[in-house]
């Protein structure tokens, strides 16, 4: 079965610092693997996308990578702000698979001021 | 550029009673809409996916008869929750694609709409 993990479940780090979210998945067959965000009660915000072609993503203070043969992915959060609090989905799309996305359980991030 | 709204953006109602969900995008042509269900501390779940002017790919586990899905319009789709049931209360999400098949290309996601059936 084609799954999608993510660890840690929560997260609570003191502000300033750097991070590392981890998602793992079972099938390396993946066209492209992407990072979202979602505050509480709201939609989806998409962060970063990592084709099957690519090792690595940057926007700003954020970095993603990918390893397809080991079925990995971490998003990497550079001096840490409260405003970043939130939690962070990783989905995965599938080679041959459905057309949508399958998501990781997500990680709730807390940044302590 | 590319939003995805989405009406309403909560909904109470009374079990057995039917709710529909649109799911609009606004500055784009979306050949392919997605609808996604997310339970409390759950994962979200593909519940079906849709490509203008033809009927809905519906997951496995996801009744076609009770999620009605249409898909008329570039810009608009609909999800209507049939004789909805305590069971389907949850946070619907809708996505958009301009690209028949999305494999390659971002999807946009809506706000989404809460649903809770009494």
């Known amino acids: 079965k084609q799954e999608v993990t993510q660890i840690p479940a929560a997260l609570s780090v003191p502000e300033g610092e750097n991070l590392v979210l981890n998602c793992s998945f079972t099938d390396s067959a993946i066209y492209n693997l992407q990072w979202f965000r979602q505050d509480p009660g709201k939609g989806l915000t998409s962060l970063l996308l990592?084709?099957?072609?690519?090792r690595e993503q940057t926007s700003g203070r954020l970095n993603a990578s990918l390893d397809k043969s080991s079925g990995r992915s971490t998003l990497y959060i550079a001096a840490s702000q409260p405003g970043d609090s939130a939690t962070y989905l990783c989905a995965v799309y599938w080679t041959g698979g459905a057309d949508g996305l399958t998501f990781g359980k997500g990680t709730h991030l807390i940044i302590q001021p | 550029g590319a939003v995805v709204s989405q009406h309403p953006s909560w909904v109470i109602c009374k079990s057995g009673t039917s709710v529909k969900i649109e799911c609009r995008s606004l500055?784009?042509?979306?050949?392919?809409m997605f609808w996604y269900r997310q339970f409390p501390k759950q994962s979200l779940m593909l519940m079906a996916t849709s490509n203008e002017g033809s009927k809905a790919t519906y997951e496995q586990g996801v009744e076609k008869d009770k999620f009605l899905i249409n898909h008329a319009s570039l810009t608009l789709s609909t999800l209507t929750v049939t004789s909805a049931h305590p069971e389907d209360s949850s946070f619907y999400i809708c996505?958009?694609?301009?690209?028949?098949?999305?494999?390659?290309?971002?999807?946009?996601f809506g706000p989404g709409t809460r649903l809770l059936v009494l």
């Open positions: 996505s958009a694609s301009g690209v028949a098949g999305a494999h390659q290309e971002t999807q946009y």
């Open positions: 500055d784009f042509q979306a050949t392919t």
């Open positions: 990592i084709q099957s072609s690519q």
